[in-house]
Structures are given as structure tokens and as C-alpha cells.
């Protein structure tokens, strides 16, 4: 679609430039809503605009609109012309940043280096300064000034509007210094001192403030930039987890062909191992279907003739020929991709806690100048000495720490997190941990391992264990079957290698049967060694309906003409799960467990660590509404999963933690990522961001603190260089020294 095209009605999708800070997204959805017959949501996040507009709408309308409020906009490119480059320039935003970025901090260094240091502060040094520092302050700060021109518009005041006032007045009146007063006359230096006395200004220039506030805050901005790219991964992700290549039936013969070709009534092979190409109904074969990352549900999914199969599901049994019955965008994954850009554009973004600040300190400051300036004339003073008061008001407000406050403390929590294993993924997500008071968890891959595991062996009497787990493990391990691949592995881990089987059988859908060391053996379904007229004992058949009853699968051996005893397999809960339940009530916070899987399942797992409330068998949508329903009470979530299922949930949630172990796509819908999928590390993260934040407005209270405790010298005109240039100094090294006390963070595991 062009911009000029008319919209058939629906949906339109916009890229925003330009906004940089959550107001921006607000302001910009306000305009679009008052236009008539328009209904917009604006995530500054992705930075992209939903929008629904009625038939033959034209989107170019909407794009003006934007451009009137300030900002940028266009329709997204198609597919095939978007870049896959990593790199910055595929972000022509980032790259700018990162060019001016580079550019100040070469220029800058020398200009604070001869402002700070007197022996370096050679005949016409000031020239020089002003020759390095005026780039900074207009082509480096360009994206302050030009973000401060739109909040004046819109009578609002942010970061922005102090940065760029700062470095205005810092290099206008360095200006004025230079050519009406006497700093520009050879030999003028700044020496080294912190005299309190007044002065008409004349003589003094405040070129290393302006080009040291723009150097700290376009580092900030840009590492902010980078770690805000990674929002759209989630769907990129989602959307390359089906199978690339099908082969299709033509004619009675297999031609393999592109996935995007498949049409509705094609009919398919899948062969163990690989992924069904799209939703469809098996037309022959039987099989089990790992659908755990879409499903949640941790036992495979037996499935035969007429049998509906999911896309991206795995075959992990036999052959299958499945009938295509719905491909593209109405799969069932594409349309978990569709709730997951869903629940990223209707989630909302914290607004900067320094634009909240600044939105209050500007007008402050601001009035504080006029009156200055208003006192010293009223006061029978000279115009000049009183526009260097209040010049120097402005000057000395413009805290060079803002720029450090957030960046500094995010760098060393996230590198402590990442030494933890835990990854944050930016300054936004900690605002959300600090009001978590819900935490909804995934059971498999999360509370549990995620695999199934041979977790009990109940032999008949008289039978011996190592004999019954050697035999039905030899034959087990010639299967594909998952459940048998579990019996396989805790078999060799108790008993040790296991021999090969002779004359071995797939029974389709109830077991396995063939011949172990010239014996007999019979490994599945009760219902399969019955055939054979083996019966498990009153105490066994006891021992087989109490599994079941909690959800576990179980497995019938025999052998001989005898049943020999029944193997148990499960999901098993992870070792340290419990404690991090216990961990997570200690932070005030109330564990809830959300599963695809059967309800006898989770409220055993629940109640193995020590969980209350359950929701059980719940689709991937289901769990979408349970954390917007939780959220709608009042609750702010937090979410723990690792499957794709998990993802919309995840990106639904006030805070998405996703474990390192599980799919991409909840890694990249979720907002901090623990790689050892151990759920400790989730009590870590919300400790580590809880603690960060709190270091991030420690930081932001003494970055202005300096500076407004300088204000009311500069006031009364006794501000000199030395003096801005010495709180610019110690604001910074404070934030600076605060930042670096996360190093010490420790995980609850290790105390």
C-alpha cells in the first residue's frame, strides 16, 4: 500500500520517528483520534501506530497529520524490501544518534581537558574551544533542540526542553563573552579556583557545560536507542518457526516446494523429526506430535486418520500425510503472532522518570531566571550584570549527571544481571518491577524441566528392578516416541548401557514389542499386554491409577507371559522451583500457576512448590485474557514462560520474564530474559531491577540536586566557570560512584 492508496478499511500499521519520551506517543495518538472516524493506539516501545480507519480512508492523511504534530511517519515497507541488516544503519534514527554521538565525544574532551585544566590553556584557547564546542552544542544536540521546539508547541516541558535551554544559553552567552565582552582577549584563562564573588559575566564562558551535557546524554540516548530495537524481534521470531520447505504430494509423487506456496487442500508428507508445515487434518499414518511449545502440554499428542495437526508442531513418531486446511495468516501461528503485536502495542509505556522531573523542574527554573533578572533590575542594577545573573541561572540548571543518572546504573545492574544471567533489555522495564504484585507462571519449561522423566519404577514382587528397567529400556531406545525416549535415558542412567533388541514392532499407537537377550518383552499400554493375557497385580494396577490421578503417564512391562511391573513418567519439577516460590512470597508478591496442561497435572506441580491458585488447561489466547483479566482487578503482572505459547502472554504482561532455555520468540516478546532457566532467577531479576531503579532515582535526585543547590549563587551573581564546571564534575562522579555499588548485588542462591 502507497501512502496515497486509499485504505479498504480496517487496520493501518505506521512507523513514528522522532519520539523520545512516552508523551510523544500520547500526543501523537490524541491528534490521530480527533480526526473523524479514526480510533489510534501509539506504543513508543515499537515505535509504530495502530490505526483503524473507515473504507477508502487515505493513509497519507494520517501521516500528515503526525508530521503536523512534529514527528515522523510512513507505511511500513513489504517484506521483501525490508533490510535484515543488524547493523546500525538499518536504523537510519540510530545511526544518526551514533554518528553525533562519536563526533562530540572527539570534540568534546578537548574543550572540557582546557577548560578544567589551566596549563592547558594556551594564548586564544578560548577560540579554540568555541571552534570545538559550538558543533556539539548545535549539530550534536540537534535532536534535543529539535524535541524541545515540538514540547513548546504543545506548551510541555521534558528532558529535552532543560538540555536544550542548558546548552542554548551556555553557548549564547559564551558568544556574547567572546565578542562584546573581554573573554576573547588574549591570555584570557579560567584559573583554577572557587571564589564566590560577582561578576558582569563578560569574562567568562561556559562552552565545556554545554559540550559536556550534550556529549553524556547522546551516550545515554543512544545505548537507550539500541536496547528499544529489539521490540519488534518478537514477531520476526514467531514467524520463522514454521518449516521453510514442504513436500507436497503431486500426482502421487513428492515435490518439495516453498512453505509460502502451500494452498488450502494440498496434501503433505511429515517425516519424524520435522515440523508440520501448516494446520491441516492427517490423512494417513499415526504418529505423536510434540505440540508442547504452542500447547503447554508436556505428554505428545498421539494423533491418526482425520486427526487435526497444528503448524510448527513437531512429528516425532511415524510418517504422516496431512490435507492443508489452513495456511498463511489464518494458522494458528500467525494468529498467536497477531496477539502477540497486540499485546505489544496495547501495553503501556512508563513515562521517563527525568522527563516527570524536568516537567516540573523547567517552569521552575525558568521563573527563577525572570525573577532574578526582574530583582536585579528593580534593584538599580546594570542590565548586563543582571542578564548574567539569570543566564547563569539557566546555565548551572542544566545538570550534566541527567544524562548519566539512568544509563550509568542501567549499564552496571544489567552487566551484574548478565554476570547472573539475567538479561535486561532496557530503562522501561524497571519502572514496571517496582509495583509487580502478581506473578503468573508457566508450569512446563518453567516450574518443570520441560522433558518428560522417568520418575518411578514399581516392579511386581519377586521381580528385580534392573532386569525390569534393562529389558523395557532396550526396547524402548529402538523408538522415536518421547515418553519411550525418557524410559531409554533413565534406564541407561540407572543400569547402564542397554543391549539391542531383536525382531522389534511399533504397535501403532499402544506400544512397543520384540525380543531382548531371547526374551519376550512387551512395553506400552495395559490394554497391549492384555492381548498377550499379562495382567498387573491388584497392588501394581493400585500403584498405575494413583499416577494417572496426578497427571502422570504410565507404562506396562511384561514379559514371559507375565506382567512384570509398570514404569511412571512425568514432567518432573526443577530442584530449586520450590525455593523460588518461596523467594517470590518474600518479595511480596502472589505466584500463580497458568498451564496448557490438565488440571490434575498442574495442581500436583502446584502443589509440590508450594503454589495456591491454579489455571489449567488454557490455550495461548486464554492466557492473554488471564493477564489482562488480572490486570483489569487492579494486579500488576509479572509473567515467567518459555514457549511460544507463552509469548503473547508475556508481552501482555506489566513485566514478561522469558527462561533462556526455552523458544526465541518468548525471549524476544518477554522483557528480561534468565538464561539458566533456573526460577531463582526470576526472585534475582525482580531484586536486581528493583534495586536498580531505586540506585536510577538516587542518581536523578543528587543530579539535581548539585545543581540546584548551585542556583541560588548563581542568583547573586557569583557564579564562575570554575563553579558550574566543578558541579557538573561531582554530580557526575556521584551518579557515577552510585552506579558502581550494584556491582555487589548478590544472587539469593548465593546468600
Not at 518439495?256 to 494446520?279: M, Q
Not at 505428545?300 to 487435526?308: K, L, M
Request: charged fraction near 20%.
Amino acid at each position: 500500500m502507497s501512502a496515497s492508496a486509499p485504505a479498504s478499511g480496517g487496520g493501518i500499521e505506521l512507523e513514528i520517528g522522532g519520539m523520545t519520551c512516552a508523551s510523544c506517543a500520547n500526543r501523537i495518538e490524541r491528534k490521530l483520534n480527533r480526526l473523524e472516524g479514526v480510533e489510534a493506539t501509539v506504543n513508543y516501545a515499537t515505535e509504530k501506530a495502530r490505526v483503524t480507519v473507515p473504507d477508502g480512508y487515505d493513509p497519507a492523511l494520517l501521516v500528515a497529520e503526525v508530521e503536523k504534530t512534529g514527528y515522523t511517519a510512513q507505511l511500513p515497507a513489504p517484506p521483501e524490501e525490508t533490510s535484515t541488516d543488524s547493523d546500525d544503519e538499518a536504523d537510519p534514527e540510530l545511526a544518526s544518534l551514533r554518528q553525533r554521538l562519536i563526533g562530540s565525544i572527539v570534540l568534546t574532551v578537548p574543550v572540557i581537558a582546557m577548560a578544567m585544566i589551566p596549563a592547558l590553556q594556551f594564548t586564544h584557547w578560548q577560540w579554540g574551544s568555541l571552534a570545538l564546542a559550538a558543533p556539539v552544542i548545535v549539530w550534536g544536540a540537534w535532536p534535543f533542540h529539535r524535541a524541545a521546539w515540538t514540547n513548546l508547541k504543545h506548551g510541555t516541558a521534558t528532558m529535552d526542553t532543560l538540555i536544550s535551554m542548558g546548552t542554548s544559553v551556555a553557548l549564547l552567552w559564551s558568544l556574547y563573552a567572546l565578542f562584546l565582552g573581554t573573554a576573547g582577549e588574549p591570555g584570557m584563562t579560567h584559573p583554577f579556583e572557587f571564589t564566590i564573588a560577582p561578576s558582569d559575566g563578560a569574562a567568562n564562558i561556559y562552552l565545556e557545560v554545554g559540550a559536556g551535557v550534550t556529549m553524556f546524554i547522546l551516550a545515554g540516548r543512544y545505548f537507550e536507542k539500541r536496547s528499544k530495537r529489539q521490540a519488534g524481534a518478537a514477531l520476526r521470531a514467531l514467524l520463522e518457526l514454521g518449516a521453510k520447505e514442504v513436500a507436497v504430494l503431486r500426482d502421487g509423487v513428492e515435490v518439495r516446494i516453498p512453505t509460502a506456496d502451500l494452498r488450502v487442500g494440498d496434501e503433505f508428507v511429515v517425516r519424524p523429526g520435522e515440523k508440520i508445515a501448516t494446520d491441516g487434518v492427517v490423512v494417513s499414518g499415526t504418529s505423536a506430535v510434540d505440540a508442547s511449545m504452542l500447547t503447554g502440554e508436556s505428554v505428545p499428542v498421539e494423533v491418526g486418520e482425520g486427526d487435526a495437526v497444528t503448524g510448527a508442531t513437531v512429528n516425532a513418531g511415524g510418517r504422516l500425510t496431512v490435507r492443508a486446511t489452513r495456511v498463511g495468516s489464518d494458522t494458528q501461528l500467525a494468529q498467536m503472532a497477531q496477539l502477540v503485536e497486540d499485546a505489544q502495542t496495547g501495553k503501556a509505556e512508563v513515562q521517563r522518570l527525568a522527563d516527570r522531573i524536568s516537567g516540573v523542574f523547567v517552569p521552575i527554573v525558568i521563573a527563577v531566571a525572570v525573577a532574578t533578572l526582574g530583582a536585579w533590575l528593580g534593584a538599580g542594577f546594570p542590565a548586563a550584570a543582571a542578564f548574567t545573573a539569570a543566564v547563569a541561572v539557566l546555565v548551572i540548571a542544566c545538570p550534566c549527571a541527567l544524562g548519566l543518572a539512568t544509563p550509568t546504573a542501567l549499564l552496571v545492574g544489567t552487566g551484574r544481571g548478565a554476570q547472573m544471567g539475567i538479561l535486561i533489555k532496557g530503562p522501561e522495564v524497571l519502572e514496571s518491577t517496582r509495583t509487580v504484585d502478581t506473578v503468573v507462571l508457566d508450569k512446563t519449561g518453567t516450574v518443570t524441566s520441560g522433558r518428560m522423566t522417568l520418575t518411578d519404577v514399581i516392579a511386581e514382587p519377586g521381580v528385580d528392578r534392573a532386569q525390569l528397567l534393562r529389558l523395557a529400556g532396550a526396547l524402548e531406545d529402538s523408538s522415536e516416541h518421547p515418553i519411550a525416549q525418557a524410559i531409554a535415558r533413565g534406564a541407561t542412567e540407572e543400569v547402564g548401557p542397554l543391549p539391542s533388541p531383536e525382531d522389534f514392532a511399533n504397535v501403532e499407537g499402544r506400544g512397543v514389542q520384540g525380543v531382548v537377550e531371547g526374551v519376550a518383552v512387551v512395553v506400552g499400554r495395559e490394554s497391549l499386554l492384555a492381548d498377550w493375557s499379562q495382567r498387573l497385580s491388584a497392588e501394581v494396577a493400585e500403584a498405575k491409577a494413583r499416577a494417572e490421578g496426578e497427571g502422570r503417564t504410565v507404562v506396562a512391562v511384561g514379559w514371559d507371559g507375565r506382567a512384570r511391573g509398570i514404569l511412571v513418567v512425568a514432567d518432573a519439577v526443577k530442584p530449586t522451583s520450590a525455593e523460588a516460590i518461596r523467594g517470590l512470597r518474600e518479595l511480596g508478591l502472589m505466584p500463580i500457576l497458568l498451564t496448557g496442561d490438565n488440571e490434575a497435572v498442574a495442581t500436583r506441580i502446584a502443589a509440590e512448590v508450594g503454589i495456591d491458585e491454579v489455571i489449567a488447561e488454557v490455550l495461548p489466547q486464554d492466557k492473554v485474557d488471564v493477564v489482562a483479566r488480572l490486570q483489569g482487578e487492579g494486579r500488576v503482572v509479572a509473567m515467567v514462560g518459555d514457549g511460544v505459547n507463552d509469548a503473547p502472554a508475556l508481552a501482555q504482561a506489566d513485566l514478561g520474564l522469558a527462561m533462556g532455555t526455552g523458544t526465541d520468540v518468548a525471549i524476544e516478546a518477554a522483557d528480561i530474559t534468565l538464561v539458566r532457566g533456573d526460577l531463582r532467577s526470576a526472585v534475582d531479576a525482580i531484586r536486581l531491577s528493583r534495586k536498580t531503579l531505586s540506585t536510577i532515582k538516587t542518581n536523578l535526585f543528587w543530579a539535581f540536586a548539585y545543581n540546584t543547590a548551585a542556583i541560588p549563587v548563581a542568583a547573586l551573581g557569583m557564579l564562575n566557570p570554575m563553579l558550574a564546571g566543578a558541579a557538573m564534575a561531582l554530580s557526575s562522579v556521584f551518579v557515577v560512584g552510585n552506579s558502581l555499588r550494584l556491582r555487589g548485588f548478590r544472587s539469593v542462591s548465593a546468600e
